[in-house]
Every structure is written in C-alpha cells, then in structure tokens.
C-alpha cells in the first residue's frame, strides 16, 4: 500500500513563505507526477503545482510567479515553497501522486495525503 505523508504546515505570517514536503512510500516502482492541491474553507480543491517526471512542472493561477514545486525520485519526495504569502494562502494542503506503479500494481493508481493545514495570519 502506497503511502503519502505531509510535514510542514502550520501558521505563517502574511509576507513570508510556506514551505511543504510530501514523502510517498510503499513498494513503488514509479511516479508519473507528483504534487499539491490546496482547498480552502468553503472552496474547491485547486491546483497549486505538480510536477513530472523528467521536471514539467504546471502551477496554479492564484500561485504563478511566487511558487516553485521539486521532487526527488531517488525517494519519492516533493517539496513545494510557496512565497509572498497572504491569508488567501490559507487552505488546507493536499499532497497527490499520480500514475503510481509498484511492485504488485502495474497500472498507474492515484493517491491522495491527509492534508496539512497552513493558516496565514499575524
């Protein structure tokens, strides 16, 4: 069973910048892309920034210009920064790995993390 754990997170000052890492674990063979959504109260879950393998990253509207999204196939780990930080910025955090293989999946599955929360305020 492939798992996905969030760290970071927490309360943020407006002005600075969140910084999140995800880690996937499980006896995976592949990851075709991972990343982060994010769905604030009362909202949709939306796209903060994905990236493939081979580096093709895709960032969300309400980010582009202040986010930068890497990851690290060497242990399946994407870290996402997130600067100029404002109280929209709020939401709770979802990790995502798309198209996963592993050992006895060959077919690509998608999974989700828990979710961190990140609050943006003074």
């Known amino acids: 069973q492939v798992q996905l754990v969030e760290s970071g997170g927490g309360l943020v000052q407006p002005g600075g910048s969140l910084r999140l890492s995800c880690a996937a674990s499980g006896a995976i063979l592949s990851i075709n892309d991972m990343g982060w959504y994010r769905q604030a109260p009362g909202k949709q879950r939306e796209l903060v920034a994905t990236?493939?393998?081979?580096?093709?990253?895709n960032f969300g509207d309400s980010v582009k210009g202040r986010v930068t999204v890497s990851r690290d196939d060497g242990n399946y780990t994407v870290n996402l920064e997130v600067s100029s930080i404002t109280p929209e910025d709020t939401a709770v955090y979802y990790c995502?790995?798309?198209?996963?293989?592993?050992?006895?999946?060959?077919?690509?599955?998608?999974?989700w993390g828990k979710g961190t929360l990140v609050t943006v305020s003074l």
């Open positions: 990236i493939a393998t081979g580096g093709r990253a």
């Open positions: 995502n790995a798309r198209g996963v293989t592993t050992m006895t999946v060959a077919y690509g599955v998608d999974y």
